[in-house]
């Protein structure tokens, strides 16, 4: 029996298609244990540009909110 789960995923819109499509492409000789490590990776592969774009808005907040409260913005 196959169990699926809905999970969220913060994710670019554009991103989540491109892994989807990269998952929908897989061929179906591939066997479950290596279906499922695909998902994984692909998971992974979110993660890790999401952590970087979250670095990545940290690091502009500062000036961002310098330049709003002197009403630059």
């Not at 989807?20 to 279906?35: I, N, Q, R, W």
């Amino acid at each position: 029996m196959i169990r699926i789960t809905t999970t969220t995923i913060n994710s670019p819109l554009d991103e989540q298609r491109r892994i989807v499509a990269y998952l929908d492409g897989l061929p179906p000789s591939l066997c479950f244990g290596d279906l499922r490590q695909a998902k994984v990776n692909a998971v992974r592969e979110v993660q890790s540009v999401s952590g970087d774009e979250l670095r990545r808005s940290r690091t502009l907040m500062p000036s961002v909110l310098d330049r709003a409260f002197k009403g630059e913005l």
